[in-house]
T-cell receptor, first 113, second 115 residues
Framework: DQQVKQNSPSLSVQEGRISILNCDYT??????FLWYKKYPAEGPTFLIS?????DKNEDGRFTVFLNKSAKHLSLHIVPSQPGDSAVYFC????????????FGKGTKLTVNP | DTEVTQTPKHLVMGMTNKKSLKCEQH?????MYWYKQKAKKPPELMFV???????INESVPSRFSPECPNSSLLNLHLHALQPEDSALYLC??????????????FGDGTRLSIL
């Protein structure tokens, strides 16, 4: 049973445009969400997070939006750069309990020059 | 550069061998993790150590044996592995457990191949 779903295996955008990566979750106990970026032959790198008490968190070019009623979050990258080309994982966890993170399957983003 | 260091980067071993994977962090983090990642799949949690005590074992077979000698080090001892255990093994650490969630920071992994 997949509790965190990234339904788009890949996404291609032009440099300078917006990239929107989507993530859905089914477990209403999740109250903290993270995005990780992974280049080939490297481990995942933490990008940005959001807790369930917020609906938006921004860090430079990266913004995460959370819609709790829809159990949906998205990562916006503006403007997209070729160096952003990587696999992006959405992850979810429960604060105050175990430190278990559940990951989605990832979306491969390609930013074309 | 990652602040979580994993060695070796690559490991090839036979099914009867015994080997160990090592992970080190010097960020003062008190929680450390082992994940397994197969190709085109997300990382899957194996073990969590919190303040040097095993807090989560995700029903991992006993041929994988974790050890946390101190707050900076995490080992994964391997014995009698199967070909399906070939994968990328990722170590991660975070500042602590409970309360405000702290993101996990990952090493670059050990690519393990079982012959």
């Amino acid at each position: 049973d997949q509790q965190v779903k990234q339904n788009s295996p890949s996404l291609s955008v032009q440099e300078g445009r917006i990239s929107i990566l989507n993530c859905d979750y089914t477990n209403s106990m999740f109250d903290y969400f993270l995005w990780y970026k992974k280049y080939p032959a490297e481990g995942p790198t933490f990008l940005i997070s959001i807790s369930s008490i917020k609906d938006k968190n921004e860090d430079g070019r990266f913004t995460v939006f959370l819609n709790k009623s829809a159990k949906h979050l998205s990562l916006h990258i503006v403007p997209s750069q070729p160096g952003d080309s990587a696999v992006y994982f959405c992850a979810a966890g429960v604060r105050g309990g175990s430190e278990k993170l559940v990951f989605g399957k990832g979306t491969k983003l390609t930013v074309n020059p | 550069d990652t602040e979580v260091t994993q060695t070796p980067k690559h490991l090839v071993m036979g099914m009867t061998n015994k080997k160990s994977l090592k992970c080190e962090q010097h960020m003062g983090h008190r929680a450390m993790y082992w994940y397994k990642q197969k190709a085109k799949k997300p990382p899957e949690l194996m073990f969590v150590y919190s303040y040097e005590k095993l807090s989560i074992n995700e029903s991992v077979p006993s041929r994988f044996s974790p050890e946390c000698p101190n707050s900076s080090l995490l080992n994964l001892h391997l014995h009698a592995l199967q070909p399906e255990d070939s994968a990328l093994y990722l170590c991660a650490s975070s500042a602590g457990t409970g309360g405000r969630y702290q993101p996990q920071h990952f090493g670059d992994g050990t690519r393990l191949s079982i012959l």
